[in-house]
Nanobody, 127 residues
Framework: EVQLVESGGGLVQAGGSLRLSCAAS????????IGWFRQAPGKEREGVSC????????YYANSVKGRFTISRDNAKNTVYLQMSSLKPEDTAVYYC????????????????????WGRGTQVTVSS
């Protein structure tokens, strides 16, 4: 059974940091690109970052560049999202997703490219 389990969310003040984890099981982790997405209340889900499976290409949404860092530990089947300098507008449910292969630049942060999804973890940033 394919599983993606997010953890690490919580309540933090603006300017603070959180590290999210995405633990994967049930598929060949090394063959998959792992992405992070988020959905704020009343808004569409948007791509935040992804870590490519083959050459390790990393993508970030412009809104998080310089503040968020994605990393990947294939030995632990886990991808991390270190979030720093958090802003109230970062408040959302954060999801990780897995897609087979390498998405390329256009599809890297497009949710319809990904095959499997976790249930999400809530991140709330207070002002």
């Amino acid at each position: 059974e394919v599983q993606l389990v997010e953890s690490g969310g919580g309540l933090v003040q603006a300017g603070g940091s959180l590290r999210l984890s995405c633990a994967a099981s049930g598929f060949s982790f090394d063959d998959y690109t792992i992405g992070w997405f988020r959905q704020a209340p009343g808004k569409e889900r948007e791509g935040v970052s992804c870590f490519g499976r083959s050459d390790g290409t990393i993508y970030y949404a412009n809104s998080v560049k310089g503040r968020f860092t994605i990393s990947r530990d294939n030995a632990k089947n886990t991808v991390y999202l270190q979030m720093s300098s958090l802003k109230p507008e970062d408040t959302a449910v954060y999801y990780c997703a897995a897609g087979f292969g390498a998405p390329g630049h256009y599809y890297a942060l497009k949710q319809n490219w990904y095959d499997y999804w976790g249930r999400g973890t809530q991140v709330t940033v207070s002002s």
